[in-house]
């Protein structure tokens, strides 16, 4: 019997990598691909509608290459943290989640070491004015 494959942090990475070009790729190659005319035809209106669309997908994809590079092929969960108690011995935290898989993991970790990452995806997911569209009517001057 063979042992089970270790992945080691340059394998996540290059995984994670992948994963991200092709869903990039996938998420913006799709909507052009469905217009009627070339993108500079567009109102700007229309424009704006493109690109946010292009954003959600693309959105998605970085949340879950995020997701990928974080969890590092470790169970992962996501909770409601219900309370946090600091108390003179350490602090003493109550975490909800759903009856799942991973929920009986935890279970199964009761009295060993586990390692709690706090989620702040919205420092990754920052579009800029990236969903602008060019203005309908073009400047006189420039």
Do not use: W
Request: charged share 25%; glycine share 4%.
């Amino acid at each position: 019997m063979n042992a089970p494959e270790t992945i080691v942090p340059e394998d996540t990475n290059q995984i994670a990598a992948e994963f991200l070009l092709g869903e990039l790729i996938k998420a913006s190659s799709k909507r052009f691909k469905s217009l009627a005319v070339p993108y500079m035809e567009l109102r700007q209106s229309e424009q704006q509608s493109l690109l946010s669309d292009i954003e959600a997908d693309i959105r998605k994809a970085v949340r879950e290459a995020v997701e990928i590079i974080a969890s590092d092929f470790r169970v992962t969960f996501r909770a409601s943290c219900e309370s946090v108690q600091f108390k003179s011995d350490g602090v003493k935290s109550q975490l909800t989640l759903f009856n799942s898989p991973e929920a009986h993991a935890l279970a199964d970790a009761a009295g060993n070491t586990v390692l709690v990452v706090i989620e702040d995806a919205k420092r990754y997911l920052s579009a800029g004015d990236a969903c602008t569209g060019e203005p309908d009517q073009k400047e006189l001057i420039s």
